[in-house]
């Protein structure tokens, strides 16, 4: 059994800037890559960063130079740090992980989300 927990998210005005965490627990022997959607009203759920244990990263053109993915393996954290947003940021924002639990038991989790309002 495997848990991801979300903290961070809140209201900001636009050029302001947010941290979000998210900490895997559980039955975890490796996390290959972690990462974070997001999710606004009305849209389909899209990638915004993500980060492999080699720590190559990722991200959408649209966050491109806003936003920085990093993470603490020894705590088994992923985070985003969130600066310059915009209005158009205001989402849902999803943690995900790609976890071993063993050498043949690998799934996919998802964190229950965490919503980032960006007022104009």
């Known amino acids: 059994q495997v848990q991801l927990v979300e903290s961070g998210g809140g209201l900001v005005q636009a050029g302001g800037s947010l941290r979000l965490s998210c900490a895997a627990s559980?039955?975890?022997?490796?996390?290959?890559?972690m990462g974070w959607y997001r999710q606004a009203p009305g849209k389909l759920r899209e990638l915004v960063a993500a980060?492999?244990?080699?720590?190559?990263?990722n991200y959408a053109d649209s966050v491109k130079g806003r936003f920085t993915i990093s993470r603490d393996n020894a705590k088994n954290t992923v985070y985003l740090q969130m600066s310059s947003l915009k209005p158009e940021d205001t989402a849902v924002y999803y943690c995900?992980?790609?976890?071993?639990?063993?050498?043949?038991?690998?799934?996919?989790?998802w964190g229950q989300g965490t919503q980032v309002t960006v007022s104009s």
């Open positions: 980060i492999t244990n080699g720590d190559s990263r």
């Open positions: 995900n992980a790609d976890i071993s639990s063993s050498w043949s038991d690998r799934h996919t989790y």
């Open positions: 559980g039955s975890i022997f490796s996390i290959n890559v």
